[in-house]
């Protein structure tokens, strides 16, 4: 048998075990005072393809959107604002990389053990 929750008019509540089939209250059984039935939305979570975890909400999702909404805990400079990447000076390849440079490719040259 569900539990049912009924609130009185002065804001507070109370709980009482009924039957599917039983009227729902008007009247506390206790004081006779007018009371409503409280409705709660049910919880749900659909399950199967094309859902996932984080489609739902968690106290930790919710501790990370907060943290973000404050700025976040970055700490990389006093005020507080990112330091742009460091890019390689214009006219100069990236370390690692070489220039190609027009000229002898290597096209012409058989390759080794081809005559």
Do not use: N
Request: aromatic share 6%.
């Amino acid at each position: 048998m569900p539990i049912y929750e009924y609130r009185r008019p002065d804001g507070t509540t109370f709980e009482i075990q009924q039957s599917f089939s039983d009227e729902a209250l008007t009247k506390d059984p206790e004081t006779g005072v007018p009371v409503e039935r409280v409705l709660h939305p049910p919880a749900v979570h659909f399950k199967g393809k094309g859902f996932y975890s984080t489609d739902y909400g968690s106290r930790a999702r919710q501790r990370e959107t907060a943290a973000a909404a404050e700025g976040g805990t970055s700490g990389d400079s006093a005020d507080g604002a990112e330091k742009p990447a460091a890019k390689p000076a214009e006219g100069k390849p990236a370390p690692g990389k070489e220039e190609k440079r027009g000229g002898d490719t290597g096209a012409s040259k058989p390759a080794p053990g081809k005559r």
